[in-house]
């Protein structure tokens, strides 16, 4: 196993360069309530604005960019469920290339029209008898295809730190920063942006509870495994941090913080309310471990990654109506 860390911030700041004028910049909001909630200043970077409704077209565009002309008249595979698959559709469209995105026959029925609407070809596989990186792999062989990962990929992670860096660009140095943690692209990019720019900065990834593998194999220096967690953070249901991502996460992130699935609902309500945001579940992981701390937090100078919006309206209104 490589258990070296490969991609640096230069890679970062590579990839800013190539997703410029391709992927927004996004807003960083501030809320008094919030402010005075905490004793401190509090800044959210909202992913949940970016394109496609998440963080991960930074780095599915980073790392179609980088595709040589060969590869790019063949295409690109990805196997998603979730908002890597829009992503991915999105950028292909955008590059002028093909994409093929595997997906569950029990997906939702948005998501899928979402993938179709950017353009992407849906193959769907039954989720109970076949093995989704199997047929993703066996398609990539078969059209030589190339097969892009949701995280654990240098040009993903690069991709994902642009956010890091352009929250602390318009912030300064901040004391401590919350990052939503699922396989771990985006705390690892974070990760390399926020050692360059703010190396006195705490830096927390943030799983649910039910789902705290990071957490293990930060505390066991090794990828610890486990089943698909239960919980509503869709986005943070990996079973395992990848070879990429967790040499980076272990160097350079100070602890892993877990939250509940009830304090994630509390957050999107405050979202909706006071902040007039959606923001999806796994959204609300970096919010919902700083309000935990707050005490910890007086008088600091807190950064918020919120990594994405994607969630079918009447999932959000039962969650807000609660
Ligand atoms: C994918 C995703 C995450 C987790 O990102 P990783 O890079 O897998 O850690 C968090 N939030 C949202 C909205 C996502 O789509």
């Known amino acids: 196993m490589n258990t070296t860390a490969s991609t640096t911030y230069e890679d970062v700041v590579a990839a800013a360069a190539r997703i410029a004028g391709a992927a927004n ?10 402010d005075e909630e905490f004793g401190a200043r509090v800044f959210f970077k909202c992913e949940n604005l970016q394109r496609m409704g998440a963080f991960k077209f930074r780095g599915a565009y980073n790392a179609l960019s980088k595709f040589t002309p060969q590869q790019r008249s063949r295409g690109v595979v990805a196997f998603s469920s979730g908002n890597h698959a829009q992503a991915v559709a999105l950028a292909a469209r955008l590059l ?19 993938t179709r609407g950017y353009g992407g070809n849906v193959v769907i596989y039954d989720r109970y008898t076949e093995d989704r ?27 994902q730190g642009t956010a890091a860096k352009e929250l602390f660009e318009e912030t300064g140095p901040l004391d401590a920063f919350f990052v939503c943690l699922g396989g771990g692209g ?27 593998d990071g957490q293990q194999s930060f505390r066991a220096g090794a990828i610890v495994h486990i089943d698909t967690p239960k919980t509503i953070a869709d986005g943070a249901q990996t079973q395992h941090l990848g070879q990429h991502t967790f040499p980076i996460i272990r160097r350079d992130v100070d602890d892993i913080l877990t939250v509940t699935d009830d304090e994630l609902v509390a957050c999107m309500r405050f979202f909706a309310e006071r902040m007039k945001i959606v923001v999806e579940p796994t959204g609300c992981l970096g919010f919902a471990a700083a309000r935990r701390m707050r005490a910890e937090l007086k008088g600091k100078r807190v950064g918020i990654l919120v990594s994405g919006g994607n969630i079918d309206l009447a999932r959000l209104g039962g969650f807000l109506a609660g």
């Open 133 to 159: 990186e199997q047929i993703g792999r066996a398609l990539a062989d078969q059209h030589g295809l190339t097969l892009i990962p949701p995280y654990d990929h240098p040009d993903v992670i690069a991709g």
């Open 186 to 212: 985006l705390l690892a990019g974070s990760a390399l942006s926020t050692r360059a720019l703010a190396p006195g900065c705490k830096l927390y990834g943030v799983e649910p509870e039910a789902g705290n």
């Open 96 to 114: 002028g290339m093909p994409a093929t995105i595997v997906m569950p026959h029990d997906a939702p029925a948005a998501k899928v029209a979402a």
């Open 25 to 34: 910049r996004t807003p960083v909001l501030t809320s008094r309530t919030v």
